[in-house]
């Protein structure tokens, strides 16, 4: 079974900076692209960023320049580095293969709010 284990969230203000990792099986890891997606309150889940099995990377026009995507081959894990947050950038945060499959971890909440 496919395990996606989200952390790092937290509370932080307007401008500060929080990294999440995501702990994914490695039967998956070493197969798909990784990606991050996010849900705010009383919106759909959509595709922040991914990054191919080589490191090459895409992000949403929303935090390009901003959001960091990153990953550790040999520990299965993939990094999502955010800079300078901002309210809208609300949400929980969950990691999947890209495409997505259908199994979701647990997510990890990012509020943004002073």
């Known amino acids: 079974q496919v395990q996606l284990v989200e952390s790092g969230g937290g509370l932080v203000q307007p401008g500060g900076s929080l990294r999440l990792s995501c702990a994914a099986s490695?039967?998956?890891?070493?197969?798909?692209?990784m990606a991050w997606y996010r849900q705010a309150p009383e919106k759909q889940r959509e595709l922040v960023a991914f990054?191919?099995?080589?490191?090459?990377?895409t992000y949403a026009d929303s935090v390009k320049g901003r959001f960091t995507i990153s990953r550790d081959n040999a520990k299965n894990t993939v990094f999502l580095q955010m800079n300078s947050l901002k309210p809208e950038n609300t949400a929980v945060y969950y990691c999947?293969?890209?495409?997505?499959?259908?199994?979701w971890g647990q997510g990890s909440q990012v509020t943004v709010s002073s």
């Open positions: 999947n293969t890209f495409p997505e499959r259908p199994s």
């Open positions: 490695g039967s998956i890891f070493s197969i798909y692209a």
């Open positions: 990054i191919t099995r080589g490191g090459v990377t």
